[in-house]
């Protein structure tokens, strides 16, 4: 390299420099410095994602069953490197993480999140974020004030299908929504201690009712505006506290009518853990999918269609680049509020066998 040259490179890396924008070639990005408090949700999904963006470093991991840290540090390459913690707060003394995967415990979220928040961290939170609508106004007003931004892992917002079934409801191939009929069926098998408790949980309705719920919302584009619910526990003792089945009824901002039916009892022989469905009916036509599909079923018209699923990007990374400058994740701090605050409704309606009406969202930090 000439002289001339040299100092044409060396000045186009003083400019960057300045500017905070990477040289041609370069990273376009230092180190994001990940933590886990907790290891019990969703935290494939991040992992997953960290390794996509492939500039993003697990430095401290937090759990308190010490089987479950053990396992996972050691078949998970990303956490050979973090130090390990057996207390979360621990980790928040001891590190220095930007963004923070919290998925122990529902009981004990609040504190972790208010923790977290006070020193600016961002969040990506299992949920529901909090298990009482009093810890959730705690959280809200403690939000409002900070720096940080959260998600939550609403992962329904990022299958496949659910990203085209909202695309042709969005886009009106079946009219107006007219009804919004959902399924979560689950297996028990065994599970910790903390799943028996309400305090622990929260319920069957925040815990797995989320999911459905925020679903008909997200691919409806329709907020809330009422709801019952009916749930309990039926020869299932080992279940203690948490119901075994609910079922849900809700109104959405049309007037069109929601039913979610929750449960536990799928059996143990079924060759999936799982069984979810949804069907949406509109003015002009129905569309259904369910678990195991491959495509989606369209009926307008005179004729049924098979639509395939099409490609979604991860949680994780849609949250990153919305923390570099890039536009809102799919799943907002306001959504995550706004759906915690209808599950735990939902939760009391069948508490209390009432019907409740739900409020609007209400923005954290005022309009955009």
Not at 101 to 129: D, F, M, W, Y
Not at 235 to 249: C, I
Request: glycine share 8%; aromatic share 6%; hydrophobic share 40%.
């Amino acid at each position: 390299m000439n002289a001339q040259r040299f100092i044409a490179s060396l000045l186009c890396l003083v400019t960057c420099v300045v500017a905070q924008e990477p040289p041609p070639g370069g990273a376009s990005h230092p180190r994001l410095k990940l933590g886990f408090i907790g290891l019990k949700g969703h935290v494939g999904t991040v992992l997953t994602g960290a390794k996509q963006l492939g500039d993003v470093e697990v430095v401290a991991v937090s759990e308190d069953d010490p089987k479950l840290l053990e396992s996972l540090m050691k078949r998970e390459p990303m956490l050979k490197n973090a130090r390990a913690y057996n207390q979360w707060r621990q980790l928040v003394d001891h590190t220095t993480v930007e963004v923070c995967c919290v998925a122990g415990e529902n009981g004990e979220r609040v504190e972790q999140l208010l923790t977290l928040i006070e020193r600016g961290v961002h969040i990506v939170s299992e949920k529901p974020l909090v298990t009482t609508l009093a810890d959730l106004e705690r959280l809200r007003a403690a939000f409002a004030k900070s720096k940080s931004q959260l998600t939550m892992l609403l992962e329904l917002r990022h299958q496949p299908k659910n990203v085209r079934v909202r695309e042709l409801i969005l886009r009106g191939d079946i009219g107006e929504v007219c009804q919004v009929t959902t399924q979560k069926s689950y297996q028990w098998r065994e599970r910790p201690a903390w799943f028996s408790s309400r305090a622990r949980l929260g319920g069957t309705i925040p815990f797995i009712g989320i999911h459905s719920l925020d679903t008909v919302r997200w691919i409806t584009g329709l907020d809330f505006t009422q709801v019952a619910a009916f749930h309990g526990t039926i020869g299932r003792p080992g279940m203690g506290e948490t119901e075994n089945h609910a079922s849900v009824l809700a109104q959405l901002s049309n007037g069109a009518s929601v039913t979610a039916r929750l449960d536990y009892l799928r059996p143990t022989w079924a060759k999936t853990s799982s069984d979810d469905r949804l069907r949406v009916i509109g003015t002009k036509g129905v569309i259904e999918v369910n678990e195991g599909d491959t495509a989606i079923s369209l009926i307008t018209g005179d004729r049924t269609e098979r639509i395939p699923f099409g490609g979604t990007e991860n949680l994780f990374v849609e949250f990153v680049k919305f923390l570099r400058g890039g536009p809102p994740p799919r799943i907002t701090a306001d959504d995550s509020f706004y759906v915690t605050e209808v599950v735990l409704r939902t939760r009391d309606a069948a508490d209390e066998k009432k019907v409740i009406a739900l409020p609007p969202l209400r923005p954290l930090r005022g309009p955009n």
